[in-house]
Structure formats: C-alpha cells, structure tokens
C-alpha cells in the first residue's frame, strides 16, 4: 500500500475526530437549547442542575464526561448520557465525512448537514419519549 495513502487517510481520521468532538459539543448544546428557546449565545455552558458555569476542564467533549463518570464537578448531579452520545454519534459522522470526501469544498456542506440532522433528530427523539 502507498504510504502516501496510509499518511492521507490518518490526517483525515485525526482531522475528523477532533473537528468532530468540537461540532459534537456543539450540536449537544444546540439540540438542549433550541427546544427550550434560549439563546445559543449566552450564558456559557453550565450544568443543568446548580447552573455553574463549565470550565475549560468541564468542556473537553467525551473525555470531561468520562473522566467525570458523568457527574457535575461541582454539585455531583448525573449528567445524562445524551450528552456523551450526542459527541459520540456526531464524531463519528464527521470522521467518516473526513474519510469519504477529503479536503474537498463539499465536505462544509456535509459537516453543515450532520450538524443540523443530529440536531433534529436527537429534539424529536427527546419530544417523543
């Protein structure tokens, strides 16, 4: 195999991952907020049981919550695993969108389309339990 091909491919995966835990905490925050009609803006992230605000620490996708064994630092409330899956499944989907289409002007417009898919489908979901 082309070792050129193996360094392409790893740079893509590495470039998926991380943009991926990145729009997946953002698409965590979006699919909590959007529902309840508050601001995407402001306040910063906090729990959502004493409402501190989240440290840097606290906002490293799926590693704080792992390392937290998804409980808040602070009050020592569970912190759903939406939050866990969310990152998750979004890492996922933009890794293989690294993969599948590469550097390419299109691969916006599928980071765009997870973001909004997983956004939607995690409301309805939440709606309709």
């Not at 490293?60 to 792992?66: R, T």
């Not at 690294?98 to 956004?119: C, D, M, N, R, S």
């Amino acid at each position: 195999m082309d070792p050129d091909f193996l360094d392409i491919t790893l740079v893509k995966v590495l470039s998926g991952l991380i943009i991926g835990l990145i729009l997946g905490s953002f698409t965590t925050m979006l699919s909590y907020r959007i529902p309840r009609k508050l601001s995407i803006i402001t306040p910063p992230s906090q729990c959502p049981h004493c409402h501190t605000p989240l440290s840097k620490r606290d906002l490293i996708p799926v590693l704080s919550w792992i390392k937290e064994k998804g409980l808040c630092r602070h009050c020592h409330e569970r912190i759903g695993t939406r939050y866990l899956i969310i990152e998750l499944i979004t890492t996922l989907a933009v890794t293989l969108a690294f993969v599948v289409i590469g550097f390419e002007p299109a691969l916006i417009a599928a980071l765009f389309a997870i973001i909004g898919f997983v956004t939607l489908a995690t409301i309805n979901v939440e709606k309709h339990r």
